[in-house]
Nanobody, 127 residues
Framework: QVQLVESGGGLVQAGGSLRLSCAAS????????MGWFRQAPGKEREFVAA????????YYADSVKGRFTISRDNAKITVYLQMNSLKPEDTAVYYC????????????????????WGQGTQVTVSS
């Protein structure tokens, strides 16, 4: 069983930066493909960024491409989401997710493809 705990959220002004962390317990994160999703009030949870098991392949939603970076520190069993040039529309609860599978280089962008989820961390960007 994998337990994921997000941290690093908070209030930031537009144009600022935050780094979210997702710490895992129970399994080493290198055995999983990882993803970040977000959910704004009244909206569906949406894909933000994905990382393959190998760590060599990443994919981003168009809305965050060039501003956000997903990475993993296997030694610390942590996945990060570096968020730069934040905009008010980035305001949401951010969730990390993990999924297994046999593919070493595949990333996943759909909610149903992920098995394990964290509890979320709030990010608020003021204008």
């Amino acid at each position: 069983q994998v337990q994921l705990v997000e941290s690093g959220g908070g209030l930031v002004q537009a144009g600022g930066s935050l780094r979210l962390s997702c710490a895992a317990s129970g399994r080493i994160l290198s055995t999983y493909a990882m993803g970040w999703f977000r959910q704004a009030p009244g909206k569906e949870r949406e894909f933000v960024a994905a990382l393959s098991r190998s760590g060599g392949n990443t994919y981003y939603a168009d809305s965050v491409k060039g501003r956000f970076t997903i990475s993993r520190d296997n030694a610390k069993i942590t996945v990060y989401l570096q968020m730069n040039s934040l905009k008010p529309e980035d305001t949401a609860v951010y969730y990390c997710a993990a999924t297994g599978g046999s593919s070493w280089n595949r990333y996943f962008t759909e909610r149903y493809e992920y098995v394990h989820w964290g509890q979320g961390t709030q990010v608020t960007v003021s204008s």
